[in-house]
């Protein structure tokens, strides 16, 4: 069993940038393909970004390329996810997830293991 434990949310004006962390616990992800997701208020939980298990390759949603970027730390166990030039239309709840394969993949059904979501608010 993985924990995903994400931090880092919080309020942020547009424009700005935030750091998101993804903190795993229960077993090594270095060999997981790990994604980002994000929910916004009366949406479906959407893609963001993924990269794979070395980190050698990265997806990122269209709405967020040139703007956001995911990278890995396998030594510290941990994901990032790195927002800059935030926009209103980020703000939600931004979720990590684990999957048990090398490849990223932009489906939710596709991966294993959840955090429980950190909020990120960006204000005008």
């Known amino acids: 069993q993985v924990q995903l434990v994400e931090s880092g949310g919080g309020l942020v004006q547009a424009g700005g940038s935030l750091r998101l962390s993804c903190a795993a616990s229960g077993r090594t992800i270095s060999s997981y393909a790990m994604g980002w997701f994000r929910q916004a208020p009366g949406k479906e939980r959407e893609f963001v970004a993924a990269?794979?298990?070395?980190?050698?390759?990265?997806n990122l949603a269209d709405s967020v390329e040139g703007r956001f970027t995911i990278s890995r730390d396998n030594v510290k166990n941990t994901v990032y996810l790195q927002m800059n030039s935030v926009k209103l239309e980020d703000t939600a709840v931004y979720y990590c997830a684990a999957r048990v394969s090398r490849w990223a993949s932009s489906k939710l059904a596709e991966y294993d293991y959840w955090g429980q979501g950190t909020q990120v608010t960006v204000s005008s």
């Open positions: 990269i794979t298990s070395t980190g050698g390759s990265i």
